[in-house]
């Protein structure tokens, strides 16, 4: 991808809308260093309409957990547009826009720091079990995925059509193994989180 090109582009983009926008191909097409180069470009002074898919994510969010998209959302006039720090998020490896900073909701957002001893003990079975490509239960796919990336339980929910009670409960479960640690309060959460 020619990056000049496209940080050109994407400030005509700017001039004619007051955001950029990056579609799913675009994205997939760059590199953490270009993404990098990109968010240096544009920082302070631009905001970044989230891509197509995670729009897509955040409108089954709003028909099936409207009290944590409110939350997000609101009366937000600039609706789903960030802050071009958030463009690192939108790599397939990572989760997507993190929902971490809910002030009226609990928040369900792990990375790997909330894993605890038993957790990390488990890791170890659960890693074994994907490399001999076997089936993980969903608590067990849950942890492996926060080993990956942070995530938070709607992205997971929607990615693996799963209903969001079930996961809050599994949650619960998975703090009273001692795998997990669940902070729901958002001034807690803010000491793990590297965004």
Same mark, same amino acid.
């Given at each position: 991808?020619? *990056?000049?090109?496209?940080?050109s &582009? ?6 004619n809308?007051?955001?950029?926008? /990056? ?17 240096s470009?544009?920082? #302070? ?12 994510? /955040? ?8 009290a944590?998209? &409110? ?8 609706? $789903? &547009? ?5 463009l ?5 490896e990572?989760? #997507? ?7 009226? @909701?609990?928040? $369900?957002? /792990?990375? +790997? ?5 038993? #957790? *990390?003990? &488990? ?12 089936? *993980? ?21 929607? @990615? $693996? ?5 079930? +996961? ?6 998975? +703090?009273?193994? #001692? ?10 959460? *803010? ?5």
């Amino acid at each position: 991808m020619n *990056l000049e090109k496209l940080i050109s &582009q994407k400030e005509a983009d700017f001039k004619n809308n007051n955001y950029i926008q /990056f579609s799913d191909k675009e994205i997939e097409q760059l590199r953490l260093d270009e993404i990098e180069d990109i968010i240096s470009h544009f920082k #302070g002074h631009t905001l970044m309409k989230l891509p197509p898919a995670e729009i897509e994510f /955040f409108e089954w969010l709003k028909k099936n957990d409207n009290a944590v998209w &409110q939350d997000i959302w609101g009366e937000d006039d600039n609706l $789903y &547009q960030v802050s071009i720090d958030f463009l690192a998020q939108f790599l397939k490896e990572k989760n #997507g826009f993190p929902i971490c900073d809910l002030e009226n @909701r609990e928040n $369900y957002y /792990f990375t +790997v720091k909330h894993i605890k001893p038993d #957790g *990390l003990a &488990q890791m170890e079975k659960i890693i074994d079990k994907t490399e001999k490509q076997k089936k *993980l239960s969903i608590d067990e796919l849950l942890l492996f995925e926060l080993h990956i990336a942070p995530i938070d339980i709607w992205h997971f929910c929607y @990615r $693996y059509k799963l209903p969001i009670i079930n +996961v809050k409960t599994l949650i619960s479960d998975m +703090v009273y193994k #001692g795998w997990i640690v669940h902070l729901p309060l958002s001034e807690d959460l *803010l000491k793990y989180i590297d965004i």
